[in-house]
């Protein structure tokens, strides 16, 4: 990222904020854990729980929740419990959480957060499979939780989802698909061949336009000079919440000549967490449907 001087200070924090990062896991046991008063500090654990049918007790940064994250939906009842970077400890203390999830190497310190309750983090990626990761931590919380049964169920279920709408896209072609979200007037995010949506672009014979070099996360900030390149490209834009920012970029005749926008192959999409589990997964799926599914 150091390569774009010039992205906002702003926009830059965020693209690095909603990057998971990767440390070893903490080792925990949860014993005997009140699932009524769980409290996540990251949206990757916020999404295994609700895919486990677990309604977290507390969230941090639930306003970016909605906007980058936007399904699946939080009931008003969740408490905010802060930044995903900087939880407020206090609140944490008073709210005596039965156990606390997050993120690994993301926030506090694990042994900070070991004074409030017991805990656990979970890996984003291992940089190269993070769907694999996704299901390993979606099974072992689970386990952790004793709802290794709805784990297991909700793997099958995602695997027949997939599966479902492979031929929706039997009779597409070859043409490549760029993934982007704007972060403002001169960059977006991309996203290459190890991040979380590729091996469903893999299985509906989709070719990832993006073959250049990405991050850990499967994720790239790039000048929008980059797109150029793309002649025969469809392009989806993930959306969120920031109006401002894709109304300064669309605006420039730099983008204005870009050979997707030119030939109409661009189409601006609700948001999906690019660095979550099978949720966003299936949330992708739905939206690559709509856009893309049925045609010829």
């Known amino acids: 990222m150091n390569d774009f001087p010039s992205l906002s200070r702003r926009r830059l924090l965020a693209a690095m ?4 990062l990767l440390l070893p896991v903490m080792k925990a046991r949860a014993g005997s854990v009140d699932l009524s008063r769980i409290v996540a500090l990251e949206w990757l654990p916020v999404e295994l729980l609700l895919t486990l049918g677990v309604t977290p007790y507390g969230v ?23 930044l995903r970077t900087e939880p407020n400890l206090e609140l944490l203390t008073e709210l005596k959480p039965s156990y606390l999830f997050w993120s690994a190497g993301y926030g506090p ?20 499979q993070p769907l694999q990761m996704a299901r390993r931590s979606l099974a072992e919380m689970g386990q952790l939780l ?10 099958s279920q995602f695997d027949s989802f997939v599966a479902s709408y492979k031929p929706r896209f039997a009779g597409r072609g070859g043409r490549p698909l760029l993934l982007i979200s704007v972060l403002d007037a001169r960059h977006v995010l991309v996203f290459g061949r190890n991040g979380l949506f590729q091996p469903i672009l893999d299985e509906y014979g989709i070719v990832n336009a993006w073959q250049g070099e990405t991050n850990f996360w499967g994720s790239e900030v790039v000048g929008i000079d980059r797109l150029g390149g793309f002649r025969d490209a469809d392009v989806l834009c993930f959306e969120h919440g920031n109006d ?41 799926i739905r939206i690559l449907d709509r856009a893309l599914g049925g045609q010829a």
């Open 17 to 20: 904020a909603f990057s998971p």
């Open 60 to 82: 941090a940064d639930i306003p970016n929740y909605r906007l980058w994250v936007n399904q699946p939906a939080l009931p008003d009842s969740v408490v905010d419990v802060g």
């Open 109 to 128: 310190a694990a042994s900070t957060l070991a004074r409030i309750a017991p805990g656990r983090g979970f890996n984003f990626s291992d940089g190269r």
């Open 146 to 155: 004793g709802l290794e049964g709805r784990a297991q169920q909700h793997l």
């Open 244 to 284: 401002a920012d894709v109304q300064a970029l669309t605006s420039t005749p730099l983008w204005q000549a870009m050979p997707f926008v030119r030939q109409r192959r661009l189409q601006f999409v609700p948001a999906v967490w690019f660095y979550g589990s099978t949720l966003s997964v299936m949330n992708f």
